[in-house]
């Protein structure tokens, strides 16, 4: 039996159309992680010797000082950060270790110039999730990359920019591959 050429029409589209909804559904956006600075009542608790898993981000570039990120996430997170990005990953430490880390990496490279590490804590469902440390020139955000409805094997992507060129007209110098 052979079909008419409007049917052969009408079959391919529901195809397409069929196709377009399957491929839409697994495309899920990424949607940016609210986030809070930690007041002192938080930041002891947040200090309580809890250890995370750590990572640490160091710029590149034409700037003789490099500044410096950490972002700190609990057990059960897959943490993507892009390529192109200078990290370490420092395994598990706590926020005092951190800042630890930092102090001794600027003394060690006689940097005199430089903040002290801003404190964020970034939340999942409400619920925190980890930490992000960086100097005031670094701009740190955590984008949850995680399928609807996936909770195992949650996926978060790190993005960080060095806002230091910001002062010569908003050309600013992203490290984190995006």
């Known amino acids: 039996m052979r079909l008419s050429g409007h049917k052969c029409h009408v079959l391919f589209m529901a195809a397409l159309v069929v196709v377009t909804l399957v491929l ?7 949607l940016l992680l609210p986030w809070k600075p930690l007041d ?17 981000f160091v710029t590149v570039g034409p700037v003789s000082e490099q500044v410096f990120g950490y972002f700190l996430y609990k057990d059960g997170f897959e943490v993507a950060t892009g390529g192109g990005a200078n990290i370490v990953n420092l395994g598990k430490l706590s926020i005092a270790e951190v800042q630890a880390d930092h ?3 600027m003394h060690s490279r006689q940097y005199t110039r430089g903040s002290s590490l801003q404190i964020r ?4 469902g409400g619920v925190p999730a980890g930490y992000t440390l960086a100097d005031i020139n670094v701009e740190l955000n955590v984008w949850n990359l995680t399928p609807e409805g996936k909770q195992q094997g949650r996926v ?3 993005i960080f920019a ?3 060129g910001q002062s010569s007209g908003g050309k600013d110098r992203t490290f984190s591959g995006d």
């Open 121 to 124: 804590e970034i939340l999942y």
């Open 103 to 105: 102090e001794q990496i």
């Open 40 to 56: 002192a009542a938080s930041l002891e608790k947040a200090e309580s010797g809890q250890k995370l898993n750590t990572i640490r």
């Open 156 to 158: 978060l992507q790190v």
């Open 24 to 30: 839409l559904s697994a495309c899920t956006p990424a």
């Open 162 to 164: 060095d806002r230091r």
